[in-house]
């Protein structure tokens, strides 16, 4: 007997040794959980910010309301909304040309942990809960199997205009993705003390209540960030942050996540133009 747990506890010591030598194995669980596949769970490390940075971006798009025009509607309100029309024309337009949708976990183990990704893919996202990202937005998007991430405004659910909590669960249903754009739109450069938490980790707390499933994603109100509320953020449970237009940061590039909002002043082809140029396709 004495033999036997001398064995046994020569074997759990050499077992620790062994994981205490190699801190980048992923456990199991977690690369289980991240879409690796089984019979290379035991190799599969997390990518460094080197290998990151040089992976392909992935193009992810950013719409706000999609609406007619309105009388009087100043060039600037335009750079925020795109009519029907032209975003049913622009969802057929990526179709035709070969993309997939793809979501944020995708992109996350695509940067993370190597895992693949479909041809020509490309990400389409919505800001701030208007009601005509659900009637609209995901109507034309489920014409060609896409999937949409959509960042929500929690204070503005159930309001006239916005989306409902309902409306939000049959997206999440369907497969679209619900993430965080904080309780009430202000900026993140801004937060100081209980900030942090009403606008980060009551929202988060609400989605996941009405999805039933977690909230891992945030997009930056105004795509305005700095480099002190990245450890804010990632205390709080987000895996990536979403930016716009400006390029992503070089020490934190899982939190600065590029998008390109596609204004009302531009034609299908200028937007498949301009997205090819932003994200070097």
Known sequence: ?????????????????????????????????????????????????ATMLAKKEVPVLCYHHIRDFRPGESERMKGYEVTPAAFAEQMKALADSGYHSILPDQLYNYLVYGADLPSKPVMITFDDTDLEQFTIGATEMNKYGFKG????????????????KDQLKQLSDEGHLIAGHTWDHHMVTKYK?????????????????????????????????????????????????????????????????????????????????????????
Not at 7 to 34: G, R, S, W
Not at 202 to 218: N, R
């Open 1 to 49: 007997m004495k033999k036997q747990i001398a064995f046994l506890t020569a074997i759990v010591f050499t077992a620790l040794v062994a994981c205490n030598n190699h801190p980048e194995i992923v456990d199991q669980t977690q690369a289980k959980n991240n879409g690796v596949e089984k019979d290379s769970i035991a190799t599969v490390t997390k990518a460094d910010l």
């Open 149 to 164: 991430v959509y960042f929500i405004m929690t204070i503005s659910l159930n309001r006239p205009r916005y989306m409902s």
């Open 193 to 281: 003390g209980a900030d942090w938490d009403t606008q980060l980790i009551k929202p988060k707390i609400q989605l996941e209540a009405i999805t039933g499933k977690k909230v891992d994603y945030f997009a930056y109100p105004f795509g305005l960030w700095n480099k002190e509320a990245i450890p804010e953020i990632e205390s709080r449970g987000y895996k990536m942050a979403f930016i716009l237009s400006t390029k992503r940061d070089s020490t934190q590039p899982l939190y600065t996540i590029r998008r390109m909002i596609v204004p009302g002043t531009w034609s299908t082809p200028g937007m498949m133009k301009a997205m090819k140029s932003t994200f070097h396709l």
